[in-house]
Nanobody, 129 residues
C-alpha cells in the first residue's frame, strides 16, 4: 500500500498550489493523514495533519511556519487528501510527501513523522522570489 502526492510545480512568491494525495491499495478514511516536506540538507518537517472522520473528529493541525496559509482537507468519498497552499514563500520550496498514520495517531500530539508510514514519492514545490 502506498500514497502518492502530486500537484507540485514552480510558482512565484505569493502564488498558490493545491497538492493531492491518493492512496492505492487501501482506503484512507480510517487513517490520520499527514503532509510533510523536506528541503535539501534538511530533516523532514511535519507541516499539516488531519484526523480521520471515522472514529475521530477530522480535526487538523499545522506547523507554525504554514499556519494561516495552508489548509489540509480530505474527501473520503474520493479517497483523497489535499493541501491547499496560499501565499507561498521561497522557504516553502521542498519536496512534499503525504503519509498515513500507523495505527491510531492522535491529532495534534501524534503528528510526527515517526508515527507515519506508506510514504510514496513526493512532489516538488519550488517558489521563486
Amino acid at each position: 500500500v502506498q500514497l502518492q502526492a502530486s500537484g507540485g510545480g514552480l510558482v512565484q512568491t505569493g502564488g498558490s498550489l493545491r497538492l493531492s494525495c491518493v492512496a492505492s491499495g487501501f482506503s484512507l478514511n480510517r487513517y490520520t493523514i499527514g503532509w510533510f516536506r523536506q528541503s535539501t540538507g534538511e530533516e523532514r518537517e511535519q507541516i499539516a495533519c488531519i484526523a480521520s472522520n471515522t472514529g475521530s473528529d477530522g480535526s487538523a493541525t499545522y506547523a507554525g511556519s504554514v499556519r494561516g496559509r495552508f489548509t489540509i482537507s480530505r474527501d473520503d468519498a474520493k479517497n483523497m487528501v489535499y493541501l491547499q497552499m496560499n501565499n507561498l514563500k521561497p522557504e516553502d520550496t521542498a519536496t512534499y510527501y503525504c503519509a498515513a498514520g500507523r495505527g491510531t495517531v492522535v491529532v495534534p500530539t501524534g503528528c510526527e513523522a515517526i508515527n507515519f508510514g506508506s510514504w510514496g514519492q513526493g512532489t516538488q514545490v519550488t517558489v521563486s522570489s
